[in-house]
């Protein structure tokens, strides 16, 4: 950790304080009443898993979210914003991770856009890109400041966006995830900037999925769960278990009674349904292996953003894998497309239900034999008494609710939607089905509903693969768990022998002794 | 009474009748129909007869809007198939000959195909965005046009070519009959087939459709390839009818008026959901508002607004924000229950 965090006084008047912040969507109580404060100089962690509140946090202190209760201190005084043009005017500028700058205009138009320099009514070029030079060069960066913004990398126009923020005098610097596109020496590069801007006194409030990276730069960790606060810390206090535990939290168990699952003895002598080796993509997920046998259940674990999403899309060629090797059955196959892995009998249901799984404007009975008419061809047409034959078998074995095969699947709620997409891939009877979050956002009572379903399936000899955010349910279907850290696999235990503690710990600390 | 009005072609069909009884207000001739030598005649029949060209088009249209794209070309197809067709009847010895007709026919629809295909593959394969795509055509396609026909307008005199413009089988203008067929070729295929319900798979959601498996690049290939052959059938008719390769003239605009009826029809810009009849509703609005710029005799010269204001109006009582806003002014204690019922989301 720096020298800057222990020498800084926790009694430094902060830039930002916010109390009390409150935020509901309609149905939704986004922000509960989460107190956050950001002192000059210091670089805090912002922490929470998807649905935390972290990005209503902080569209709440930059002015696109309209706060309902609470207040807002910036500088000493209270503020009301109500743009993020009012945020910036007094000093809080955000990077996001799509950067939002002008990819046709030049690197020094952005950097001073709206700040020129003016030679009577006209704009002085030369002296503006003098100056956007100069800014440039004081966070290390030599860049020909009328080369074209989209001619560069990501980490360039990140840096780029950092420069245009000091040219607006930010006195806070939001950086939204701004490491999620960078390799590893970018991240350094940006992480020199960051510490040297750190100690010319800017507050910057950080938010990142990577551990490694949060306990590299942060002096303060904020952690968010569920809309809530759930405290704020030195980072030499919060050691990485604790800090996962706090984000993840622990659901009561509504669900001992599948516990039988996990423990199930699953034969492994034989060729497995799947076996993947140094499996991986540049910038995506280094090499990784992972083998599922008939009927097992094989869970993946880790954090948002750890690889384990990225994983499954290569097994299944949703996106394309450039190393490694995947046999199906023993015979080692190409998967280039979903189509490949559809014909290997291979199933993928996507964490993001509403744009990669359900066509919204479809009926429910034809999202549900989309899967099967997509596999015999367009013109073999599913005829009516087998599609309601098929429709009304799989709505019923998954509880789907309004049971109206008619209705638009885009007005099901979350955990009816997921079980459509479940029909439609059970219809097509594969061997290896991938559920990637199949629980996410839904109401406990589908969420059972899709766990038994799974448990059930697997017994029959259906492989599976399961990832979830919520451990528990991991541990409680899954015989053999895979672990994920950073875009990286670094291992995998057998749930008999592991219990949702070890496997926090497992998932934080894991190889950080022989990498460190 | 409800179910008749919330049916989706209730405004369109009502735009058209409208324009029929108005136009039977000022002149009740015109739904007259009178059979001369086995043959209708009468303003209805003409509005079926020419409006085979747009038809056609606006076909194609439905289909490849329904995949999220959009054809331009389509215009342009017309011009080299009319113009394909023409020069090789009037390079032969005898025009007349049917031989020369089905040969000039084949090589016309052959080329249509290849260019519809064209389109296809620079949507579906190289990935290029289809206004674009299309539009290539759409600028270079008169030229190729002009380059057939020797920069001229190539006249012939063909009685077989002429007869599928402006002949008569089984009471009926040939040309109607034509697309008359293809509307029902077109509707069996993707109805009858699951070649409908996966192109709007596509056009609502691409990402997800892949996922899912489903071969979207042939898909949108075929309905590139599917317009192309549609426009081409198009120019026939309309050189045929004129008995001239005209590459300037050809198909000129038509790709706005196709587009125009898709919309009119109840189709979304937007891709997805697509409706074959809403097409064939909205092509006969624009072909009898046509008509009855002529039969009121609107000057030439306003015409245009004419049109626009009409075309203006039928969209606007389409509106459903408008219905929304009747139906909260006018009826306030029926609000609540259909606002809940479009509204609801089920647990």
Redesign the interface.
Known sequence: MSPMSADTPVTASPVVAMTGITIRFPGVLALDAVDFTLRPGEVHSLMGENGAGKSTLIKALTGVYRIDEGTVVVGGEQRVFTSTADAQASGISTVYQEVNLCANLSVGENIMLGHEVRRGPSIDWKATHRAAAEHLVSLGQDIDTRSMLAHHSIAIQQLVAISRAMVLDAKVLILDEPTSSLDRDEVEQLFAVIRDLRDKGVAILFVSHFLDQVYDISDRITVLRNGTLIGEYAVGDLPRGELVTKMIGRELDELSALSSVASRSIDRSGTPVLQAQGVGRRGALEPADLSVYPGEVVGIAGLLGSGRTELVRLL?G?DRADSGQIDVHGTSVKVT???HA?DRRIA?S?EDRR????????TVA?NIV??I??????????GRAEQDAVVSEYMHALGV??ADPNMIAG???G??QQKVLLA?WLATAPELIILDEPTRGI?VGAKADIQKKVAELSAKGLSVIFISSELEEVLRLAQRVVVMRDRRRIGEVSSSEIDLDGLIDYIANKGEETAA | MKRVTRHRLFWPITALLTLVIVNTIARPQFIAITVRDGQLYGALIDILRNSAPLMLVALGMTIVIATRGIDLSVGAIMAVSGAVALTIIGGSEDPGDIGTVTVALAAALGVSLVLGAWNGLLVSVVGIQPIIATLVLMLAGRGVALLITDGFITTVNSEPYSFIATGYLLFLPVAFLIALAAIVIVALLERRTALGVLTEAVGINPEASRLAGVRSRGIIFGAYVTSGLLAGIAGIIYSANIRAADANAAGLFIELYAILAVVLGGTSLMGGKFTIAGTVVGVLIIQTLEATILFLGVPPAQSPVFFAVVVIVVVVVQAPQLHRWFRRRFTSGERSASDAKTKVEVA
């Open positions: 299944y949703a497309s979903p189509r559809i993928f996507s744009a990669e799984g359900i066509i919204g404007d479809l034809e989309l899967g008419q997509a596999q015999r061809g367009a013109l073999r047409k599913i609710r309004p007005n099901l709620s955990g009816n439609r109401d």
